[in-house]
């Protein structure tokens, strides 16, 4: 994918992992902005991961941001 395909493609995977994830961050009382800054960094870390990795990166990096 070129550069503006590849930013759409972050921007929409992001947002659809804050949505399947929204009552988890709910859960552990984790504002949604905070939520989609992990994400988006879970997503940076390994772009070619596939969304159930980067989604389970971003829920183990939600629980640390809490300690």
């Known amino acids: 994918m070129s550069g503006p395909e590849t930013e759409?493609?972050?921007?929409?995977?992001?947002?659809?992992?804050?949505?399947r994830?929204?009552?988890f961050i709910q859960g552990i009382g984790l504002s949604v902005?905070?939520?989609q800054e992990i994400v988006e960094?879970?997503?940076?870390?390994d772009p070619a991961?596939?969304?159930e990795d980067i989604e389970?990166?971003?829920r183990a990096w939600?629980?640390?941001?809490?300690a």
Request: aromatic share 0%; hydrophobic share 60%.
């Open 41 to 45: 960094r879970a997503i940076a870390d």
């Open 33 to 35: 902005l905070e939520a």
């Open 56 to 58: 389970a990166k971003a």
């Open 8 to 19: 759409v493609h972050r921007e929409q995977l992001r947002k659809r992992l804050v949505v």
């Open 62 to 66: 939600m629980l640390i941001a809490l």
């Open 21 to 23: 994830l929204g009552g």
């Open 49 to 51: 991961a596939s969304a």
